[in-house]
């Protein structure tokens, strides 16, 4: 299941791959620890390796990595939105069946989340340093059980993206747009603490997210 995301279990990250890096202020990382609150259990469903290419009608989150992978049901997920900056919303999570994390930015205004331009590829960010909506960030463990992680490297090139595939509006709930975001991502990822290679992760999600009806 997906709960709040726990920074006080993430290894110390080098410089060069901190969590917040240097657009990430203190205050910014105090205010994610204040508002980690529990989520709806989003299951484990399929321990295989999903298929990258793609990407199912139920509300998911899959990743595979060269070593192991894995797709989890979020049919039950309620994630919250958080203020980026104006513009901007961003939401996050963490597996606890998996032990991912996931950071996933959109618009703030309703009405700009079904605009056709939105349906491109757009930058990989570092864990949680997302500046723009539709950027896509995680970090996951190295092996399935694994204390070690991976964590995103920025970038945006055939094999670093996520790609909005479709964005649908599903209702409202009180001042809230309910919109489902269906992505499809490739990733360049680094072990923390580790001069390993980066390695390529894929994977695909279908998300329910709350936006500001404007």
């Given at each position: 299941?997906?709960?709040?995301?726990?920074?006080?279990?993430?290894?110390?990250?080098?410089?060069?791959?901190?969590?917040?890096?240097?657009?990430?202020?203190?205050?910014?990382?105090?205010?994610l620890?204040?508002?980690?609150?529990?989520?709806?259990?989003?299951?484990?469903?399929?321990?295989?390796?999903?298929?990258?290419?793609?990407?199912d009608?139920?509300?998911?989150?899959?990743?595979?990595?060269?070593?192991?992978?894995?797709?989890?049901?979020?049919?039950?997920?309620?994630?919250?939105?958080?203020?980026?900056?104006?513009?901007?919303?961003?939401?996050?999570?963490?597996?606890?069946?998996?032990?991912?994390?996931?950071?996933?930015?959109?618009?703030?205004?309703?009405?700009?989340?079904?605009?056709?331009?939105?349906?491109?590829?757009?930058?990989?960010?570092?864990?949680?340093?997302?500046?723009?909506?539709?950027?896509?960030?995680?970090?996951v463990?190295?092996?399935?059980?694994?204390?070690?992680?991976?964590?995103?490297?920025?970038?945006?090139?055939?094999?670093?993206?996520?790609?909005?595939?479709?964005?649908k509006?599903?209702?409202?709930?009180?001042?809230?747009?309910?919109?489902?975001?269906?992505?499809?991502?490739?990733?360049q990822?680094?072990?923390?603490?580790?001069?390993?290679?980066?390695?390529?992760?894929?994977?695909?999600?279908?998300?329910?997210?709350?936006?500001?009806?404007l």
């Amino acid at each position: 299941m997906f709960s709040a995301v726990n920074f006080a279990q993430t290894p110390a990250l080098s410089n060069r791959y901190a969590l917040m890096n240097r657009s990430c202020t203190l205050s910014r990382f105090c205010a994610l620890l204040l508002l980690c609150l529990p989520f709806t259990a989003c299951d484990l469903i399929n321990p295989a390796a999903p298929d990258p290419l793609k990407i199912d009608e139920d509300l998911h989150l899959s990743f595979k990595t060269p070593d192991w992978g894995t797709k989890m049901d979020c049919t039950q997920l309620d994630l919250p939105s958080y203020g980026l900056n104006t513009q901007t919303y961003y939401t996050f999570g963490t597996s606890v069946s998996s032990n991912n994390t996931f950071f996933l930015s959109f618009p703030k205004d309703s009405s700009a989340m079904v605009l056709p331009a939105n349906l491109k590829k757009y930058p990989v960010q570092e864990l949680g340093n997302h500046t723009l909506p539709f950027q896509f960030s995680m970090k996951v463990p190295v092996l399935e059980g694994s204390r070690a992680s991976l964590i995103s490297k920025e970038g945006l090139s055939t094999d670093s993206y996520n790609e909005v595939v479709a964005v649908k509006y599903v209702g409202r709930s009180g001042p809230d747009a309910l919109f489902q975001i269906k992505g499809r991502y490739k990733m360049q990822m680094v072990e923390v603490n580790a001069p390993n290679a980066p390695k390529l992760v894929s994977g695909t999600y279908h998300l329910k997210v709350k936006t500001t009806r404007l």
